[in-house]
Nanobody, 126 residues
Framework: EVQLVESGGGLVQAGGSLRLSCAAS????????IGWFRQAPGKEREGVSC????????HYADSVKGRFTISSDNAKNTVYLQMNSLKPEDTAVYYC???????????????????WGQGTQVTVSS
């Protein structure tokens, strides 16, 4: 059974940091890319970042470049999203998702991804 389990969300003040984790199981981790998406109330789900488990290549949305860092521990089948300098507009439910490699041209398109976690809430207060 494929499982993606997010953790690490919470409430933080603007300017603070959080680290999200996505623990994967039930599939061959090295064959997939793992993406982080977020969805705020009344908004569409948007791609935040993505990492290829095979070669470690990364992608970021313009809105988070320089503030967020995605990384992968292949030995633990876990992907992390380090979020620094958080802003109130980063408030959303954050989801991790998996897609079979090669990575789609539009990595930020949620419809390309095969498996999803249940999400973790991130709230940034001003």
């Amino acid at each position: 059974e494929v499982q993606l389990v997010e953790s690490g969300g919470g409430l933080v003040q603007a300017g603070g940091s959080l680290r999200l984790s996505c623990a994967a199981s039930g599939f061959t981790f090295d064959d997939y890319a793992i993406g982080w998406f977020r969805q705020a109330p009344g908004k569409e789900r948007e791609g935040v970042s993505c990492i290829s488990s095979s070669d470690g290549s990364t992608h970021y949305a313009d809105s988070v470049k320089g503030r967020f860092t995605i990384s992968s521990d292949n030995a633990k089948n876990t992907v992390y999203l380090q979020m620094n300098s958080l802003k109130p507009e980063d408030t959303a439910v954050y989801y991790c998702a998996a897609v079979l490699l090669p990575l789609p041209n539009l990595w930020e398109d949620a419809y390309e991804f095969d498996y999803w976690g249940q999400g973790t809430q991130v709230t940034v207060s001003s």
